[in-house]
């Protein structure tokens, strides 16, 4: 079953603009990821955030995450249309070692 | 970081056959990971396949629909079986450096329509 969901399903917006994605979960986590994916291929790792984090940065993408609310979302500043691809959160839970789950993924187009 | 290719890239396979998937990682891992993507979907997780151990699958999937092998620690295959309709998907695998729950890292997938 998917332990998080993601909004929006689908966002467009104008190159050098930001782009905002959120995801939700439902049950206590290790930490949260976020994976990116082109046109059908295989999944890129962006970044990690822990759950004792609260915010964590990699380049132009800011990855925020709120425990209390179970909630996280991941900016990209200044969209290239390279950016253009799927973006799935993905949970490392607290009770299990061994597995991730994925959410169902924002798709962003960034038009030039 | 580990780099890990996928053979094939994709396939158009007829009902009641089989496919093979390969995965072959450029460093020894422990853990490796089958996902299905079905079109427009998000990933579920089919099975985690360490070496040396039976795969273990996720609820819904079997392993005589999914058989898994493991022989060493730098490949895996998965097979399906039986093919209807409902398989066409992309089929991934993964590793993980540091245990199933940290960054895993990705093959290029394979794509794959049954008619």
């Known amino acids: 079953s998917q332990q998080g969901e993601e909004d929006p399903q689908a966002l467009s917006i104008q190159e050098g603009e930001n782009a905002t994605m959120n995801c939700s979960y439902k049950?206590?986590?290790?930490?949260l990821q976020w994976y990116r994916q082109n046109s059908g291929r295989g999944l890129v790792h962006l970044i990690l955030?822990?759950?004792?984090?609260r915010e964590k940065h990699s380049g132009r993408l800011r990855v925020t995450l709120d425990t209390s609310k179970k909630s996280s979302s991941l900016l990209i500043t200044a969209s290239r249309a390279a950016d253009t691809a799927s973006y799935f959160c993905?949970?490392?839970?607290?009770?299990?070692?061994?597995?991730?789950?994925f959410g169902p993924g924002t798709s962003l187009s960034v038009i030039p | 970081s580990a780099v890990i290719s996928q053979k094939p890239s994709r396939d158009i396979c007829q009902r009641g056959t089989s496919l093979t998937i390969q995965c072959q990682v450029d460093?020894?891992?422990?853990?490796m990971f089958w996902y299905r993507q079905q079109p427009g979907q998000s990933l579920t997780l089919i099975a985690t396949?360490?070496?040396?151990?039976?795969?273990?699958?996720e609820s819904g999937f079997v392993i005589d629909k999914f058989p898994i092998s493991r022989p060493n620690l730098t490949f895996s295959t998965l097979t399906v079986s039986n093919m209807s309709p409902e398989d066409s998907s992309i089929y991934l695998c993964?590793?993980?450096?540091?245990?199933?729950?940290?960054?895993?890292?990705f093959g290029p997938g394979t794509r794959l329509l049954v008619l």
């Open positions: 993964s590793v993980s450096l540091a245990g199933g729950r940290e960054t895993q890292y």
């Open positions: 049950t206590s986590i290790n930490n």
């Open positions: 955030i822990r759950s004792n984090e």
């Open positions: 993905a949970t490392g839970l607290k009770t299990s070692y061994d597995k991730v789950i």
């Open positions: 460093s020894q891992v422990t853990m």
């Open positions: 396949a360490n070496q040396g151990s039976e795969a273990t699958y």
